[in-house]
């Protein structure tokens, strides 16, 4: 079996304006193998040389003097490593035209190629159309796949990247698909009860005459007869 590598992606941002002056302030991802987490992350904070906006930080908790000592995009230790991480794989995320603007942007700025639209995944549409008409936020998602997000009191990048994992699973057809062939186990959700034993068994609906018949029958066949092993 091939290895599919993707990589579940979320940013933070000063606004929501990534053609004028705002800018990414965090990024989050996580590493999923054959659509399923590996372990490995990606999280860092970005100097944004500008302030966060009131709106940002009442979502993320995230305000300006939490910025001021971390690196700018620029900076190796965030854009190479980032793209380092990211590799070729695609990138996964809810309304991805958000995030890959926001992106894009700063590795434009950058001197960076820009990360192709055929190469990112959007969970938000593909809830709309296994769910039409049902809320579809990340939030409301999490509800409906039953995946535990209290500790969720703010946004986060690397957060929203783990949880929005669990809900791509679960979009794709959830947990059963999270099969290890070497292994020969399997992770699965059900919610189908146990077959309940009945208390006593069934009566006989034979009469005394054809079970005395039966009998005979079937001492007629021999030893090997494959009802013996049974009565």
């Known amino acids: 079996m091939s290895m599919v590598r993707e990589i579940v992606f979320d940013t933070e941002t000063t606004g929501l304006d990534w053609s004028g002056a705002d800018r990414v302030i965090e990024l989050g991802a996580v590493e999923l193998i054959n659509h399923v987490p590996s372990g490995r992350t990606f999280q860092t904070y970005i100097?944004?040389?500008?302030?966060?906006?009131?709106?940002?930080?009442?979502?993320?908790?995230?305000?300006?003097?939490?910025?001021?000592?971390?690196?700018?995009?620029?900076?190796?230790?965030?854009?190479?490593?980032?793209?380092?991480?990211?590799?070729?794989?695609?990138?996964?995320?809810h309304n991805a035209t958000f995030d890959r603007n926001f992106l894009n942007m700063e590795l434009v700025k950058c001197g960076r190629d820009p990360i192709l639209e055929i190469r990112w995944v959007d969970t938000l549409m593909i809830a709309r159309k296994k769910h039409p008409g049902s809320p579809a936020s990340l939030d409301a998602l999490c509800k409906r796949y039953d995946i535990n997000s209290d500790a969720r009191t703010f946004h986060g990048a690397l957060l929203d990247s783990q949880l929005l994992a669990e809900v791509y699973l679960e979009l794709l057809g959830g947990r059963a698909r999270a099969f290890d062939f070497e292994s020969t186990t399997i992770v699965?959700?059900?919610?189908?009860?146990?077959a309940r034993q009945r208390p006593a068994p069934l009566t006989a609906i034979m009469s005394g005459d054809e079970l005395?018949?039966?009998?005979?029958?079937?001492?007629?066949?021999?030893?090997?007869a494959i009802w013996r092993l049974y009565n």
């Open 188 to 194: 699965t959700k059900s919610h189908q009860s146990a």
């Open 212 to 224: 005395a018949a039966h009998s005979e029958f079937v001492e007629q066949l021999g030893e090997g």
């Open 47 to 93: 100097n944004p040389d500008q302030p966060v906006s009131a709106k940002t930080t009442e979502i993320t908790g995230i305000k300006d003097e939490d910025l001021v000592d971390k690196p700018r995009f620029s900076d190796p230790l965030v854009v190479d490593a980032f793209l380092e991480f990211i590799g070729d794989a695609n990138l996964v995320a």
